[in-house]
């Protein structure tokens, strides 16, 4: 069965860094694209990033822009999420995502900023 299984995650202060991963299992991220999501509570879940397949380019939404990367290994089949200089409003849940809509979801991965 296709299956994104994410990782890390946790309790961060402001101003630090913390990096999630989307490991994908029974597919080759090489020749798909992926697509992070994050969703707050009592909020719809929003596209945060656009990763494309080999050979394309990945897009990030403007309230990430510069504080965010989406490194991808192709080697261990992970799409990462870096976060740097976080805030409490990036206390979300965080889902990566294989397009088309009915394609894989992560589990879902609970980032809280806080001191």
């Known amino acids: 069965q296709t299956q994104l299984v994410e990782s890390g995650g946790g309790l961060v202060q402001p101003g630090g860094s913390l990096r999630l991963s989307c490991e994908a299992s029974g597919f080759s991220i090489r020749y798909y694209a992926m697509r992070w999501y994050r969703q707050a509570p009592g909020k719809e879940r929003e596209l945060v990033a656009r990763i494309a397949a080999e050979g394309g380019s990945t897009t990030l939404a403007d309230s990430v822009k510069g504080r965010f990367t989406i490194p991808r290994d192709n080697a261990k089949n992970t799409v990462y999420r870096q976060m740097d200089n976080l805030t409490p409003e990036d206390t979300v849940v965080y889902y990566c995502?294989?397009?088309?809509?009915?394609?894989?979801w992560g589990q879902g991965t609970q980032v809280s900023v806080s001191s």
């Open positions: 995502h294989v397009p088309p809509a009915g394609g894989p």
